[in-house]
Structures are given as structure tokens and as C-alpha cells.
């Protein structure tokens, strides 16, 4: 049975740094790729950034560029997102996803069972 878990987030003061991390269980992680996302309140969800498991990243938006960094420990079946400089507007929840290939797609492309549970991060001046 397919898990998959997510630790870190929380309130961080602008210009701060957060580091969310997020662990699959019942799968063989390697295989795939895997992504984090994120949806504002009164707003779709979007991607953040997505790795392959030979670790070519996808950069969904350009307003993380420089800030956010995306890495995976395969031995630990552990994907990361590690956030710097943070923004009021990156307030927002943050879900990990996994994708059933080894290449990065949109949200709609993720099957239920294969999102975190979220996470909040909340950034304040």
C-alpha cells in the first residue's frame, strides 16, 4: 500500500528558510519522479518543482527560481524541498507528489493515492 508522507512547514518570518521533506512507503521510490506543489487559499494548485530519479529538475514557476531548491535521497526514499528567502507570497499548502514514470507532468497527471497528506507553510512580514 502506497504512502506517502510529509514532515517540515509551519510559520517562518519573511526571509526566513523552511526545509520540507516527504517520505514514500510501499514503492519502489527510485523508479520514479516526484514533485512539490503548492495551492494558495482562492487558488488553483500549482507546481513548484519536480526531480527525476537521476535528478533533472523541472522548474514549474519562475517565482521560486533562486530560492526554492529540490533534491531526493533515493536511500531514503526521502524527497526535500528546501526553501530560502521565503515570501509572503509563498504562504500557501504544500503537497509532495509522486508520478507512477520517471518524468515530471502536471498536477492533473498525479493519482490520488500518490499525494502527502499537505502540509502549511505560512510566511509573515
Known amino acids: 500500500q502506497v504512502k506517502v508522507v510529509q514532515s517540515g512547514g509551519g510559520p517562518v518570518q519573511a526571509g526566513g528558510s523552511l526545509k520540507l521533506s516527504c517520505t514514500t512507503f510501499?514503492?519502489?521510490?527510485?523508479?520514479?519522479?516526484m514533485g512539490w506543489f503548492r495551492q494558495a487559499p482562492g487558488k488553483e494548485r500549482e507546481g513548484v518543482l519536480c526531480?527525476?530519479?537521476?535528478?533533472?529538475?523541472?522548474e514549474y514557476t519562475d517565482s521560486v527560481k533562486g530560492r526554492f531548491t529540490i533534491s531526493r535521497d533515493n536511500a531514503k526514499n526521502t524527497l526535500y524541498l528546501q526553501m530560502n528567502n521565503t515570501e509572503p507570497g509563498d504562504t500557501a499548502m504544500y503537497y509532495c507528489?509522486?508520478?507512477?514514470?520517471?518524468?515530471?507532468?502536471?498536477?492533473?497527471?498525479?493519482?490520488?493515492?500518490?499525494w502527502g497528506q499537505g502540509t502549511q507553510v505560512t510566511v509573515f512580514s
Open positions: 507528489a509522486m508520478f507512477l514514470y520517471d518524468y515530471c507532468r502536471g498536477a492533473e497527471a498525479v493519482r490520488g493515492p500518490y
Open positions: 510501499g514503492v519502489t521510490y527510485i523508479d520514479y519522479a
Open positions: 526531480i527525476t530519479s537521476q535528478g533533472r529538475i523541472t
